[in-house]
């Protein structure tokens, strides 16, 4: 297999660069100016449940998203900036009533950086009529650093890649068979449960910010323009990544991905 031109190697440093970069916490923490994760911990048990409620129910509605993304969808250029200023209105307006408010806004946030996500993985050439594609963009959802990785060398984007893989291949395997998600499929099911333990902890994290008193005065509308320009920026790097696996193969754009981590 050829290595990469030029031009594509500066596509994947790019990509690196998104995938790579501060997590969501580290964003939030230089806004509020303290760590996120002692905000988390401030998040009484009962919240924590009601987040991790919302945010089951916000991935099943993007799971439908995602399936119905590819009919009769044309490729567009990303509307990024749309969809960041309807999700800056809704978390304003989520945030204006605490987290009642918050838990009902996070399913129509999550679902409108769904079709975001969706537009940028098009403009990387993704058919989104195959399940593989369509499930990508969920994934989307779980990448990225957590800000808790101390082996620098190591890739967090492949790390958390390997993790989803066989919950991927097994969903991808069934709705090629079915065609349909149903409800409580144990494949499905599975494979949710994935994203949701990472984005789960994101979104606790932005309740959080929201919710403490002492870092709530940033607003439900930065934080939520903060949230989607975050999966945005992933979004670009992981369908940047795919495009150059789908013209070189896997391994030899893992390979050149780590060396241009390395030398970063």
Request: charged content about 15%.
């Amino acid at each position: 297999m050829n290595s990469l031109t030029p031009q594509d190697t500066q596509v994947l440093r790019e990509a690196v660069a998104r995938l790579e970069k501060q997590s969501f916490a580290m964003t939030v923490a230089a806004k509020v100016g303290m760590p996120v994760e002692g905000l988390v911990r401030l998040l009484p048990a009962p919240v924590q449940h009601k987040v991790g409620g919302a945010v089951n129910k916000a991935l099943e509605q993007c799971l439908q998203v995602a399936l119905a993304a590819g009919r009769g969808a044309l490729p567009t250029a990303p509307r990024n900036r749309t969809h960041t200023l309807l999700t800056a209105a809704t978390g304003a307006a989520g945030g204006f009533f605490g987290l009642p408010g918050m838990l009902v806004e996070l399913p129509v946030t999550t679902t409108l950086m769904l079709h975001s996500i969706a537009e940028i993985a098009r403009s990387h050439g993704e058919d989104l009529n195959q399940p593989d594609a369509a499930l990508a963009c969920l994934e989307v959802l779980a990448l990225g650093p957590d800000g808790s990785q101390n082996d620098l060398i190591e890739s967090a984007y492949y790390t958390t890649r390997a993790a989803l893989a066989q919950v991927t291949r097994d969903a991808v395997a069934y709705l090629a068979q079915k065609g349909v998600a149903k409800e409580g499929t144990p494949v499905l099911v599975s494979f949710l449960a994935k994203i949701a333990a990472r984005f789960g902890l994101e979104v606790s994290e932005k309740a959080a910010a929201q919710l403490v008193p002492v870092a709530g005065a940033v607003g439900g509308l930065a934080l939520n323009v903060l949230f989607t320009q975050h999966f945005q920026q992933i979004a670009e790097g992981h369908f940047a990544v795919r495009a150059l696996e789908r013209r070189y193969g896997p391994l030899p754009v893992r390979h050149a991905y780590e060396a241009l981590q390395a030398s970063a």
